[in-house]
């Protein structure tokens, strides 16, 4: 069995990269082979479909360390991750973010266990029969 290797931080992932979809549960929004194409830069607002990536220590065993969701409710603009909770702080920055497949499950995500957040700029579809791939 290979072990999969979790990022300790992003700073190896380009500012724009690709992330191939599998599966069927989000269709026909993405199908099985899209190209979600996401940006590290810039703050995500609520309907943003965005890839969230767990730090290490918080992905279960044998899960994915990203996921993607849509934003509906952002955490501050211009907050900065990974975070670290201050000692002296109250409450706990949350992004709450809704499934793709389910739009009424609620996702709430501790900011403190997010390593990055990156908006989805763009969508290179993959071909099927009778269909031309492109991009949106």
Same mark, same amino acid.
């Given at each position: 069995?290979?072990? +999969?290797? /979790?990022?300790?931080?992003l700073?190896?992932?380009?500012?724009?990269?690709?992330? +191939?979809?599998?599966?069927?549960? +989000? $269709? #026909?929004e993405? *199908?099985?082979?899209? !190209?979600?194409?996401?940006?590290?830069?810039?703050?995500?607002?609520a309907?943003?479909?965005?890839?969230?990536? /767990?730090?290490? $220590?918080?992905? *279960?065993?044998?899960?994915?360390?990203?996921?993607?969701?849509?934003?509906?409710m #952002?955490?501050?603009?211009?907050?900065?991750? #990974?975070?670290?909770?201050?000692?002296?702080a109250?409450? !706990?920055p949350?992004?709450?973010?809704?499934? /793709?497949s389910? #739009?009424?499950?609620?996702?709430?995500?501790?900011?403190?266990?997010?390593?990055?957040?990156?908006?989805?700029?763009?969508?290179?579809?993959? $071909?099927?029969?009778?269909?031309?791939?492109?991009?949106?």
């Amino acid at each position: 069995m290979n072990a +999969i290797t /979790l990022h300790q931080n992003l700073d190896d992932l380009p500012a724009a990269y690709g992330l +191939i979809y599998r599966g069927h549960d +989000i $269709e #026909p929004e993405f *199908r099985n082979g899209d !190209m979600l194409c996401f940006e590290k830069n810039g703050d995500a607002e609520a309907g943003d479909v965005v890839a969230v990536w /767990l730090r290490p $220590e918080h992905v *279960r065993e044998g899960r994915s360390q990203v996921a993607v969701y849509r934003v509906h409710m #952002p955490l501050p603009p211009g907050f900065v991750l #990974p975070f670290d909770m201050d000692p002296d702080a109250e409450c !706990m920055p949350v992004l709450i973010l809704l499934s /793709l497949s389910d #739009p009424k499950r609620v996702a709430p995500f501790p900011a403190d266990r997010l390593l990055g957040v990156h908006r989805l700029a763009s969508v290179v579809f993959r $071909e099927s029969e009778g269909e031309e791939g492109g991009e949106q």
